[in-house]
C-alpha cells in the first residue's frame, strides 16, 4: 500500500491467521488497516428484505 492509505479487511480466517504481521507490514508503509466489525444480520438491512419465492407457479413459466 501507498503511504496515507487505508486497507479495509473484512473477518475472514486467513486476515486474522497473520494479524500481526499484517499490521506490522502495513504501518511500516505508512498506511492503516480498518477491520471490519463481526457480520451481523442487524447491520445487514438487505437481510431483512423477503426473499422471492421462485418455485411459485407462473415465475418460470413460458406461455407458448
Known amino acids: 500500500p501507498e503511504p ?3 486497507l479495509v479487511l473484512d473477518n475472514a480466517p486467513i486476515h486474522h491467521a497473520m494479524r500481526d504481521q499484517l499490521n506490522a507490514l ?8 480498518v477491520w471490519l466489525p463481526p457480520y451481523s444480520p ?16 407462473g415465475l418460470n413459466t413460458i406461455a407458448l
Request: charge should be positive.
Open 4 to 6: 496515507m492509505s487505508v
Open 26 to 33: 502495513v504501518a511500516a508503509r505508512g498506511a492503516r488497516i
Open 42 to 57: 442487524m447491520f445487514n438491512p438487505i437481510v431483512s428484505l423477503p426473499v422471492p419465492s421462485y418455485a411459485s407457479p
